[in-house]
């Protein structure tokens, strides 16, 4: 158990919906990542956030979008969902932002039908 | 864009025997890469590391070698146990840049 809370563990939806999912950091992080795992294609680095503000940004599409809550937890959310968002989507934390110190939540499969 | 690429889907390895995963990647600039291991329904769970300046890094069961000018590197699990059998990801990143860029995986099964 790394600590990572992420919630819900399963999201079925339609295609056009709107989805948020749920991301608690381990106690004390300040840095919370979002990751996208689709079939045949490795983790992608979506965003991250550290204390509230955006750090980094990947290859976040401009539907998604997420934010991080004075109480650290964070939210994703994806909009006009398609086919092709089906994927697991990982939330990681870190105490300081280093790359190598992150602990990943277990994930959210969302499936887009 | 895949800029980091583990070209071989899964591997099979007999306990006791070494496990070599490999890791490819196209960006020169990447100078710090990671490996994870990834049980089924759990996040990945960082194992090793290594920076640009060096070229082995070995943590217990665990290597990791790293090719600066074949763009290469590989880990090395000896001896394997049935409990190393997971998906393994290798990543690269720019040291503090949080954009890390993972492979696909590998699904290394160790049979007793």
């Known amino acids: 158990d790394s600590g990572v809370t992420q919630t819900p563990k399963h999201l079925i939806t339609a295609t056009g919906q709107r989805v948020t999912l749920r991301c608690s950091p381990r106690?004390?992080?300040?840095?919370v990542y979002w990751y996208q795992q689709s079939l045949d294609q490795g983790l992608q680095f979506l965003i991250q956030?550290?204390?509230?503000?955006?750090?980094a940004k990947g290859n976040i599409l401009e539907r998604f979008s997420a934010q991080q809550f004075p109480d650290l937890h964070s939210e994703l959310n994806l909009s006009s969902l398609e086919l092709g968002d089906s994927a697991l989507y990982f939330c990681a934390s870190s105490v300081d932002g280093r790359s190598d110190e992150q602990f990943f939540g277990p994930g959210t499969r969302l499936t887009v039908l | 864009d895949q800029q980091v690429k583990q070209n071989s889907p899964s591997l099979s390895v007999q306990e006791g025997r070494i496990s070599i995963l490999n890791c490819d990647y196209t960006n020169s600039m990447f100078d710090y890469f990671l490996w994870y291991k990834k049980y089924p329904a759990e996040g990945p769970t960082f194992l090793i590391s290594?920076?640009?300046?060096?070229d082995k890094n070995e943590d217990g069961r665990f290597t990791v070698f790293l090719n600066k000018s074949a763009k290469h590197l590989s880990l090395h699990i000896v001896p394997s146990q049935p409990g190393d059998s997971a998906v393994y990801f290798c990543?690269?990143?720019?040291?503090?840049?949080?954009?890390?860029?993972f492979g696909a995986g590998t699904r290394l099964t160790v049979k007793p």
């Open positions: 990543a690269a990143t720019l040291y503090n840049n949080n954009d890390m860029r």
């Open positions: 290594i920076s640009s300046i060096k």
């Open positions: 956030y550290y204390n509230g503000e955006e750090r």
């Open positions: 106690s004390g992080d300040l840095s």
